[in-house]
């Protein structure tokens, strides 16, 4: 196969980007420098991709207020709700940095339950996000962003990937608890302040205060949230890829990122077959490429009649 012939099928698919040349070389039947010469007009130099931005993100919202006949057994309708929730604060930390920052209501927005001018800062960061890490995020805390977003007139966040620990632990691992606090101290990770409720009617009131509590509080919490992510991750099923940031010739973990792999056997489908390699982060994957040729699959029969 001439550089040509290479040059197209490496413009057509871009997988073969991040595949090794000696691979590519046996995979094609040439030599590894004619490889190189093909990889080098497909893929021009001004296309590198960069590593994905990724956000640590927890918000904290206000206490409903509402009347009530009784403390037992009440069913609470939307007509004795008398102010609803809005967000006290966010905290976010991009991943491996070591600042963690925060955006909380002044103690006047708190008292009129403004949140719009936080939820602004909070919209231009998360638009900077490739993928955002939360903690049951996906059913509370993006839900809710996207809520107080459309309540107060913003637009939508841009499009991102979401890992959402609290899924991704309660999918492999049979727990006592998912909660973040709960797999902090089983992991030996400084756990949450200490809070109550009066702390949430204190921020409510709009006092100064609870206000630098809370938001303290919420970043402890993002900190916590990374230390979790980072021994969760090789265990985080449909991990987005981390390759597909890259502009790597080598092998690239989809979990982490790194090219450190090594092979571990082959992983077995029903017709086919593809190696598996581990990353230095616990991490498996394996190849899409299928390590049968055309000539053995000729003999493999499919026996799942149905």
């Known amino acids: 196969m001439d550089i040509a012939e290479l040059v197209k099928i490496f413009q057509k698919h871009e997988y073969y980007k991040r595949m090794g040349k000696g691979k590519l070389a046996r995979h094609f039947k040439c030599t590894t420098e004619e490889i190189k010469k093909a990889k080098a007009i497909a893929y021009e130099k001004g296309n590198t991709k960069t590593p994905p931005k990724v956000l640590l993100l927890d918000i904290e919202t206000s206490l409903l207020k509402g009347y009530f006949w009784g403390i037992y057994d009440q069913h609470i309708t939307i007509g004795q709700i008398k102010k609803d929730s809005f967000i006290i604060c966010y905290s976010a930390k ?71 620990t609290y899924v991704s632990v309660k999918k492999v691992l049979k727990l006592t608890s998912n909660k973040l606090d709960y797999l902090a101290t089983i992991l030996g990770i400084p756990n949450k302040k200490p809070t109550g409720l009066q702390l949430w009617i204190d921020c409510m009131n709009g006092e100064r205060v609870a206000l630098n509590y809370m938001a303290s509080y919420n970043r402890h919490d993002v900190d916590m949230l990374e230390s979790v992510y980072l021994k969760i991750r090789p265990w985080i099923k449909n991990h987005p890829n981390m390759a597909l940031y890259t502009e790597l010739e080598d092998l690239t973990c989809p979990n982490c990122g790194s090219t450190n792999l090594k092979e571990s056997g082959y992983y077995y489908t029903h017709t086919n077959k593809y190696k598996i390699y581990q990353c230095e982060c616990g991490a498996y994957c394996r190849e899409r490429m299928s390590s049968v040729d055309k000539e053995q699959k000729q003999y493999i029969l499919n026996g799942n009649l149905r």
Do not use: Y
């Open 94 to 164: 991009w991943l491996f940095n070591s600042e963690t920052f925060s955006d909380c209501v002044t103690p006047e927005e708190a008292k009129n339950q403004n949140d719009k001018r936080i939820l602004k800062s909070l919209l231009l960061v998360m638009n900077e996000a490739d993928i955002i890490i939360t903690h049951n995020g996906n059913k509370f805390d993006l839900p809710v962003i996207n809520t107080r977003l459309f309540l107060n007139g913003l637009k939508p966040v841009k499009p991102f990937q979401s890992i959402d």
